[in-house]
């Protein structure tokens, strides 16, 4: 007898925690798991940004948070609000980083900062959410990483260190939490326009055009895919990359 097929997770009802959810990958997450039904949370740094968020995703004000991922007190902040506003939490998709130059370019704490934001904060928020997830019986995790270690384009140390570590964390971290309800995904694009990039809008709109770029909506349509394959698909890693990968 043919066996019938898992229907796909809805997002409906979920509750989700997006971090840095103001621009890129991080807004257009927001605004595609908000449409489809999800509660959603987000924090950002920018205040005024983090207000037009969630406006237009047509979320409430106490869905946001000004907060800064590469802080612990931050992150506590964060998700206490999580529990309070949403009761716990169902889905983490972790997208706060930050772009960076050269190592021997970058002041001492620059190059740190972003090193904690990329990944220490990654890594904490992963942490926070696995906690409540663990007491509740499951949860997804989604790590939001990047091509950059595989292509190693000049320029991109530290940020290539960072999401190398995402990856490495990421993979081992499914075997660790697996079997306790707790998926975890990492999903790597490649060039992304967003405010990351070092090149000016203009220039984003033309590599997008000639499919070198991808728009931020397309990552954000993968993570809405990984998030609602059925209970027995597990995807740890989903790579997306334009075309004619622009590398500069």
């Known amino acids: ?66 907060a800064d991922a590469s802080d612990p007190e931050d992150l506590e902040r964060v998700f206490a609000a999580v529990d309070e506003r949403l009761g716990g939490i169902d889905v983490l998709v972790a997208c ?67 999401k190398a570590g995402l990856d490495a964390f990421a993979l081992t971290l499914r075997k660790e939490v697996g079997d306790k309800g707790i998926r975890v995904s990492v999903i790597q694009p490649g060039s992304v326009g967003s405010d990351m990039q070092p090149c000016s809008v203009a220039e984003q709109r033309e590599a997008i055009a000639n499919g070198e770029m991808l728009f931020a909506e397309e990552i954000a349509e993968a993570i809405v895919f990984v998030l609602t394959r059925s209970a027995r698909c597990d995807i740890p890693m989903l790579r997306i990359e334009p075309i004619r990968q622009k590398t500069a």
């Open 1 to 66: 007898m043919e066996q019938d097929k898992t229907p796909h997770l809805p997002i409906a009802g979920r509750r989700i925690l997006v971090t840095g959810g103001t621009t890129g990958i991080g807004r257009a997450t927001v605004l595609s798991l908000a449409a489809l039904g999800g509660r959603v949370m987000t924090f950002a740094r920018d205040r005024a940004a983090l207000r037009e968020t969630l406006v237009e995703a047509g979320l409430n004000e106490d869905c946001g948070l000004a």
């Open 96 to 162: 706060a980083a930050l772009g960076a130059g050269p190592l021997h370019e970058m002041d001492d704490a620059d190059w740190r900062y972003v090193v904690e934001t990329n990944l220490m904060g990654s890594l904490a928020s992963a942490r926070a959410a696995i906690l409540r997830m663990l007491a509740q019986g499951g949860g997804h995790i989604v790590l939001l990483s990047s091509i950059s270690p595989d292509i190693k384009a000049p320029g991109e140390s530290v940020y290539a260190a960072t």
